[in-house]
């Protein structure tokens, strides 16, 4: 059953004593809890906020509802990591309540000045007759993971031109500057995204919009990132009404990026190429970057969609992160490999290299729940390859290629507890290969697939039974060598 917006808009002190702690009780025994993502304990994760490195780690924080699987009063989690493959939960980090965030801690990101991580985020409001009032807060969070918000909002108002939709700054310094995207619709109810410039991160000034060519698409941008590499700019976001187009656009709201050249940030004037979205999969939304010590761009997305229902709702708990994803430009397209750290995760390995010809071979002691598989298909003399996994008498997920219409097909209709019919099973993406490398990370509860080292990524969960298990490599109408190095977590 839902909720009501009076229980949905409580704060944590109000919870009957024990509430929390049976909702808790009840997650652990869930059996679609994940072993090696972040999950929340209780409730519904969202977007990834404030990822950071500071102080010899990294920080990443989440959107959290804490009393069940809905959007309502939103907390930022705190979790950290030394590595960005073995995370701690620190705890709550911003907690909604200040007459400037009410109804909400909304998403925000961080950056480092002067020894301290600074978090700008929106603070969500709503008055009286429910209608809503954006603030954006600044929070800041010292060593001991002590954070205190600042008793004024840094920006008070939504310029005129836009509606109360305006919320998610992403903040960044170039120069002796910093700037801050911010999603927004625009009064004629289209989305797009502003830039704010500050000196010191307090007194932000308007600059106005990323002037994109992309004047109608959809009624609202969500959670806008900038950043620039190999001389390029980076414009990222999720835009919500966007129809579907064929294998385009097939999730409720979209994710994706424009390339282009550096963003002026004077003329605000962004030349940029067609939008791309960033995965293929079912489950992606919200992501977020940041740079490492070393230099790299990392994403973390949220994986999952708002509007949604999922079998983990009756359990009391919603959604999980993605895996840290590297990010690299190839011929204008954003190329995504999961971090190298991610080795430090891999326990017992197992290798097979087999020819199969007109058939599905499944290998004996080739499976698993948790785990990680790089899968090479050479010598390709067929018309379809793939590879299913969480497999078993009645359940498979399957990754496919089709040569003849050359597309990369992920088909979760056969995956195990039916998903919400209104995002359909198959989600297909056109594709040129002679050689797959197919790089998997599978948990209790969803899959991640990288092909041919991060051209195309599908990220999805899925609710297979305990026992489906088998993982199975498949060559339709010829034949083809399957190579595979599989790894348990
Ligand atoms: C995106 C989003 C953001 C907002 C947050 C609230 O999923 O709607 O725009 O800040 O979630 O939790």
Request: with cysteine.
């Amino acid at each position: 059953k839902k909720m009501t917006r009076e229980e949905k808009y409580r704060y944590i002190e109000q919870a009957p004593p024990g509430e929390l702690e049976r909702l808790r009780e009840k997650v652990s025994k869930s059996p679609w809890r994940q072993k090696y993502h972040i999950q929340p304990q209780s409730g519904l994760l969202n977007d990834p906020n404030g990822f950071s490195y500071y102080n010899g780690a990294y920080h990443l924080f989440y959107q959290w509802f804490p009393f069940g699987p809905e959007h309502g009063m939103k907390y930022w989690f705190h979790t950290i990591s030394k590595d960005l493959a073995h995370w701690e939960e620190v705890g709550i980090a911003i907690k909604p309540g200040g007459p400037y965030d009410s109804h909400g801690a909304y998403s925000g990101s961080g950056i480092v000045k002067d020894n301290k991580l600074y978090l700008m985020y929106t603070g969500n409001t709503r008055d009286h007759s429910w209608v809503r009032h954006p603030f954006q807060c600044m929070a800041e969070m010292d060593q001991h993971h002590s954070i205190t918000k600042f008793n004024q909002p840094v920006i008070s108002h939504v310029p005129s031109g836009y509606t109360d939709h305006f919320r998610d700054p992403k903040v960044w310094k170039s120069n002796e500057d910093y700037f801050c995207v911010i999603g927004a619709q625009r009064d004629n109810k289209t989305g797009c995204v502003v830039l704010y410039q500050s000196k010191d991160l307090l007194q932000w000034v308007f600059k106005g919009e990323i002037l994109t060519d992309l004047n109608k698409f959809g009624y609202m941008w969500e959670c806008p990132d900038y950043f620039e590499m190999d001389e390029h700019g980076i414009l990222l976001f999720s835009p919500q009404g966007i129809e579907q187009e064929k294998e385009k656009y097939n999730n409720i709201y979209q994710s994706g990026y424009l390339v282009g050249k550096p963003l002026d940030v004077t003329s605000r004037i962004f030349e940029h190429q067609p939008f791309k979205e960033l995965d293929k999969g079912f489950d992606f939304y919200a992501q977020q970057t940041t740079e490492t010590p070393d230099g790299r761009r990392i994403l973390v997305g949220w994986m999952g969609l708002p509007d949604l229902e999922y079998p983990t709702d009756k359990e009391g708990w919603a959604h999980c992160l993605t895996l840290p994803r590297q990010i690299s430009i190839k011929d204008e397209k954003l190329i995504q490999r999961p971090v190298s750290e991610l080795t430090l995760l891999r326990k017992k390995e197992k290798n097979i290299n087999i020819n199969v010809h007109n058939e599905t071979k499944k290998l004996g002691d080739f499976h698993g729940t948790a785990y990680e598989l790089i899968c090479d298909i050479e010598d390709i003399k067929a018309e379809r390859v793939g590879v299913e996994f969480r497999a078993s008498n009645n359940e498979k997920t399957v990754l496919s290629y089709d040569f003849i219409n050359r597309e990369l097909v992920l088909d979760r209709s056969l995956s195990g507890l039916p998903l919400g019919n209104k995002n359909g099973n198959i989600r297909r993406c056109s594709f040129n290969a002679q050689t797959l490398k197919i790089h998997m990370f599978v948990d209790v509860s969803s899959v991640e697939i990288f092909i041919n080292d991060g051209e195309e990524v599908f990220t999805s969960r899925i609710f297979p039974n305990e026992s489906s298990q088998a993982i199975r490599f498949f060559a339709q109408k010829g034949s083809a060598t399957f190579k595979a190095v599989k790894w348990d977590y």
